[in-house]
């Protein structure tokens, strides 16, 4: 019985649950949807890799970096129908509702950001988020290739 506990250790101080990877993929193709620093090649990528095209040709050995200064997603629990978001690059920033609100908003929450709220709106927001997305491991489909860094916003 020891033994069993002792090999569930590690478990417990995992930063990060098996799936990061993919929550990761998700978040820096929806916020690098939208930053003026990504070609529109490498937008079509991460296009892609969303719609579970990992092979998807790319130019061998370039990683793409997703960089936001801040993302903030809002849903209401008054108005149901109700998602936006917010993304500021620095030098641009991008505000959207409806679906891809929502589809990121949920991005967020598969990433583990702790949600706040007040008066009928649920927040999750991020600051300094810098995602790195290696297309040639993502390519060998052996669950790595994606990893995004941020503070969640406070």
Do not use: W
């Not at 990761?24 to 990528?45: I, V, W, Y």
């Not at 810098?130 to 994606?146: H, M, N, S, Y």
């Amino acid at each position: 019985m020891k033994l069993i506990a002792l090999a569930a250790l590690p478990l417990l101080f995992a930063t990060q649950p098996a799936f990061a990877d993919n929550g990761d993929l998700s978040l820096a193709a929806l916020a690098g949807a939208h930053s003026p620093d990504l070609t529109r090649a490498q937008k079509k990528l991460l296009e892609k890799y969303l719609e579970s095209k990992a092979r998807a040709p790319h130019p061998s050995g370039k990683k793409i970096i997703v960089r936001a200064k801040a993302v903030t997603c809002r849903i209401s629990d008054v108005d149901i129908t109700y998602h936006s978001c917010d993304l500021d690059f620095g030098t641009k920033r991008v505000s959207f509702e409806g679906r891809k609100a929502h589809e990121l908003y949920a991005t967020l929450v598969e990433n583990d950001v702790p949600s706040d709220g007040a008066a009928g709106s649920i927040y999750e927001a991020v600051t300094d988020l810098v995602c790195t997305i290696d297309p040639d491991e993502v390519k060998g489909e052996g669950g790595g290739g994606a990893s995004c860094n941020f503070n969640p916003a406070k």
